[in-house]
T-cell receptor
Framework: KQEVTQIPAALSVPEGENLVLNCSFT??????LQWFRQDPGKGLTSLLL?????REQTSGRLNASLDKSSGRSTLYIAASQPGDSATYLC?????????????FGQGTTLQVKP | DAGVIQSPRHEVTEMGQEVTLRCKPI?????LFWYRQTMMRGLELLIY????????DSGMPEDRFSAKMPNASFSTLKIQPSEPRDSAVYFC?????????FGPGTRLLVL
């Protein structure tokens, strides 16, 4: 059974700091991995999607890496801003096609202090 | 595009009542997903449809839950009868291929 774990559960940093969020999964047979952002009271917004054959993806100040063999992914946020405050969730897609289920971690709640 | 639309945004009901949640996916997306989010269990997939056909309903907790997608622009999730443990935020998401686009959610409270 695929399990996705995110550590830490919560993180508070001063503005401008670079930070890393961690995601681990127990079954390396994944199709892809996605990072989402969730603001309080809102739905999820997709940030980055990494295919199982890829090592990393970048979008602006965000960089996500994937090490499938060790069951780990990281989300790197450069020069953090108060607007980055949100809950970040990672999700792995099971199986060998894009129709597999997404299994979500519990999320890391980030607070960036001005 | 207005994004995924869900209604109602909030629902408060009494135990035993029927609850119907509604979703309008983004036009052109051929997959639709229903999720439930709670503090204890996080985000869980309940059911998903591809081209209006249910593909995987293994996440539906019990027979009290049912979902339909009569056409490409509308889906419902029904709980009958509702119980206090069904209280959660229910999200609908749609997808053209792999990236999923989430609606704002329906916050359900069953008293």
């Amino acid at each position: 059974k695929q399990e996705v774990t995110q550590i830490p559960a919560a993180l508070s940093v001063p503005e401008g700091e670079n930070l890393v969020l961690n995601c681990s999964f127990t079954d390396s047979a994944i199709y892809n991995l996605q990072w989402f952002r969730q603001d309080p009271g809102k739905g999820l917004t997709s940030l980055l999607l990494i295919q199982s054959s890829q090592r990393e993806q970048t979008s602006g100040r965000l960089n996500a890496s994937l090490d499938k063999s060790s069951g780990r992914s990281t989300l790197y946020i450069a020069a953090s801003q108060p607007g980055d405050s949100a809950t970040y969730l990672c999700a792995v897609r099971r199986g060998s096609s894009n129709t597999g289920k997404l299994i979500f971690g519990q999320g890391t709640t980030l607070q960036v202090k001005p | 595009d207005a994004g995924v639309i869900q209604s109602p945004r909030h629902e408060v009901t009494e135990m035993g009542q029927e609850v119907t949640l509604r979703c309008k996916p983004i036009s052109g997306h051929n997959s639709l997903f229903w999720y439930r989010q709670t503090m204890m269990r996080g985000l869980e997939l309940l059911i998903y449809f591809n081209n209006n056909v249910p593909i995987d309903d293994s996440g539906m907790p019990e027979d009290r839950f049912s979902a339909k997608m009569p056409n490409a622009s509308f889906s419902t999730l029904k709980i009958q009868p509702s119980e206090p443990r069904d209280s959660a935020v229910y999200f609908c998401a749609s997808s053209p291929k792999e990236t999923q686009y989430f609606g704002p959610g329906t916050r359900l409270l069953v008293l």
